[in-house]
């Protein structure tokens, strides 16, 4: 699995990649909302029953939330 900031470096460095990671992109949404899933499914429930969800920021902000505040030594 990718991580966020790597998933935006390859992105960065393909065209074809960028496409399939654009937050206005149908299948970026979807490889998002899979992404959300796997990472958060005691959230997607929530998630999902709200109307138009763009899984890119969703994400991007609850990964910020629950990962990056996570110390190194745990």
Do not use: C, G
Request: proline letters at 7%.
């Amino acid at each position: 699995h990718l991580t966020p900031e790597q998933i935006s470096s390859a992105a960065r460095t393909s065209k074809q990649f960028h496409r399939m990671t654009d937050q206005h992109n149908l299948a970026a949404q979807s490889l998002w909302e899979t992404k959300f899933k796997l990472h958060f499914p005691h959230l997607y429930p929530a998630e999902n029953a709200k109307p138009k969800v763009n899984w890119i920021e969703r994400f991007k902000a609850v990964y910020k939330d629950e990962y990056l505040q996570l110390s190194p030594d745990r």
